[in-house]
């Protein structure tokens, strides 16, 4: 069974900075895509970045979150990472990690059929 528990959320100002990391388990992890999304009350779930299977040498970004956000991964402890910097209120949502075995990457947020419980992030202006 795919275990996916998401940590590190917070309240943060305007500028600031938050490290959301997932365990994983129940998966190959290196065989497994992996992503964070993220969701607003009344708005569809969205991918806010990805990372391919294996090295994770591969990564994918919304266009929201560009320059600011970083995925990476350590396969040592069946763990995702999602740096977050120069957060801003539009920022504030669930944030959802998520998997996807038997394919190498996914770049949109149907690909994924296991979820986290999610991690509040709230950013104040």
């Known amino acids: 069974q795919v275990q996916l528990v998401e940590s590190g959320g917070g309240l943060v100002q305007a500028g600031g900075s938050l490290r959301l990391s997932c365990v994983v388990s129940g998966v190959t992890f290196r065989r497994t895509a992996l992503g964070w999304l993220r969701q607003v009350p009344g708005k569809e779930r969205e991918l806010v970045a990805a990372?391919?299977?294996?090295?994770?040498?591969?990564?994918h970004y919304a266009d929201s979150v560009k320059g600011r956000f970083a995925i990476s991964k350590d396969n040592a402890k069946n763990t995702v990472y999602l740096q977050m910097d120069s957060l801003r209120p539009e920022d504030t949502a669930v944030y959802y990690c998520?998997?996807?075995?038997?394919?190498?990457?996914?770049?949109?947020?149907?690909?994924?059929?296991?979820w986290g419980r999610g991690t509040r992030v709230t950013v104040s202006s």
């Open positions: 990372i391919s299977w294996g090295d994770g040498s591969i990564t």
């Open positions: 998520a998997a996807r075995t038997e394919i190498w990457f996914a770049t949109t947020h149907q690909e994924y059929n296991d």
